[in-house]
């Protein structure tokens, strides 16, 4: 079972204070060092819009990590493209959503805007030999609108394929879906795109995200974004507080049976390590659980 | 869907500090407002056992409640049950182990000395007219002995059964269980008991339970029990922490399309007011979200 580490991107996104470069650094090998082998490790949006990740190029720059590692970083643009290509970085993310009204407050644009923006960058990624992930926000539940058309969820996911996107991540941002809704909007999208093209990416806002990767087991989705530590939310989606933590994820995935190469007590460490800087605990349950 | 609110005896038998009667009435008349139908309100257990539910028939007594909330009383023995009789409740529940470990650690006996003393208890329950849920614990880890047995926790349901319980509820009592366990053992039990006679009683130690809610609703389970405010845990077994959250679990129902009957904002009221005596948060997820 392949986890995608988003802590450091998504999570850290959230922190209203700065947290040093140096933290970064330590926080993400100490996360690669608990065996995490996919890591979203920052993003080259403008310093603007999320002051937090303003020094991407600083951390990139910066860390030592195991060859088997994959950083990926979040891309705006082409030039957040540009800049991830001068960082060297092999994998970067582009987003969208499923909710007309949750794109256009969030990314300023109509759905099929940001698919025509991202067509170039796409492009440009794989032509300079990179591979591209993608994003796609309130797939199940807008925050604005209520309940998504799983259809739009088939759309733009397919035509996130079709531009050569190798991995889409269909995203609960709000952390509201439950499992009758991941049934029928997953089960829709694997009508239009094979199991091993998708990702979950859940929040647990409502202690339901672990239901919903048992929901998503279910359907053969064999990929789940988590935050080490709970850390995380959305700063721009009223109500969205804590991605699902990667000790949770990882402690249910071993105990259904599903390897995943994770260390728990080494992630622990890279989630206090994190949590002491940021003096505070983290939502873990199963962080809460094991020893320190 | 049924909701059994252990709240008052299972999660308040944790509570070291004794929590004076009338506290205890009010958060029970308290839950009752929010809707909940069925309540397990304390244990006619030795007072040398569990302190904290000594004043059983004072609580019992004092209690205000409509015609529909069926009461429950917990009843170790004969005596227990007389007591309960003299109380005038007309339910009790008996409880009992899947483990001989945990059975012999935590009621001093085996699992066929209980059952062999409670076919009097429940004949002579049922004689005067009460009916008798059955517990048991350890259903599918136990913290001495590892993984349980399907075919035990299917002989002590049937054996419980036998004797005139009309409800069995399967416990998973320290939260270690995941779905793939919830399926294989709650599906062994379902050929020899129908599903209306089942409940699972889950704990959220690990952040596991609601996942294996839908497990159970995907075997066609319809009750549920649950401690309003994820307060409780079991004070014999290492490692367990805290029921699953009523709140957590109607809020998970609702949304699935599972009516439930209960008032979420009265729910918090009562956790609320509870939590204020024992001055501390309680660690429902849900409980922490809805206003205050």
């Known amino acids: 079972m392949r986890i995608v580490e988003v802590g450091p991107r ?32 920052t993003s080259f949006v403008s310093p603007k819009w999320v002051p937090q990740l303003a020094d991407a190029a600083e951390v990139l720059a910066g860390l030592k990590l195991p060859d088997d590692v994959v950083v990926s970083v ?14 060297g970085v092999k994998r970067v993310a582009v987003f969208t959503a499923a909710s007309e009204t949750f794109a256009r407050k969030n990314l300023n644009r109509s759905i099929a805007e940001t698919l025509a923006d991202y067509r170039g ?40 394929l079709e531009m050569g996107v190798d991995e889409v991540s269909l995203g609960d941002t709000i952390g509201v879906a439950v499992p009758p809704q991941i049934r029928t909007t997953v089960g829709a999208v694997l009508k ?14 409502w202690a339901t995200a672990l239901a919903n990767v048992w929901a998503g087991l279910e359907l053969g989705i064999t990929c789940y974004d988590s935050s080490a530590g709970g850390l995380g939310g959305c700063p721009y989606a009223p109500g969205a507080a804590g991605n699902l933590a990667t000790e949770d994820l990882v402690n249910f995935l071993e105990r259904s049976g599903y390897p995943t190469g994770v260390d728990l007590a080494r992630l622990a460490e890279a989630s206090r390590y994190l949590a002491g800087h940021l003096g505070r605990t983290l939502p873990s349950r199963v962080l809460g659980r094991i020893g320190a």
């Open 192 to 205: 239009a795109a094979p199991a091993e093209r998708l990702a979950l990416h859940l929040h647990d806002t």
């Open 74 to 87: 979040l891309v705006p643009n082409q030039k957040g493209l540009e800049l991830a290509l001068k960082a």
């Open 121 to 160: 960058v796409v492009r440009a990624a794989l032509d300079a030999g990179l591979s591209v992930r993608g994003y796609v926000s309130t797939c199940f539940v807008c925050p604005f609108e209520g309940p998504v058309a799983p259809e739009a969820v088939v759309q733009v996911t397919a035509d996130l």
């Open 10 to 41: 998504d999570g850290l996104q959230n922190e209203a204070d700065l947290v040093p470069t140096e933290v970064k650094i330590g926080y993400v090998e100490r996360l690669a060092a608990a065996g995490l082998k996919q890591i979203e490790v």
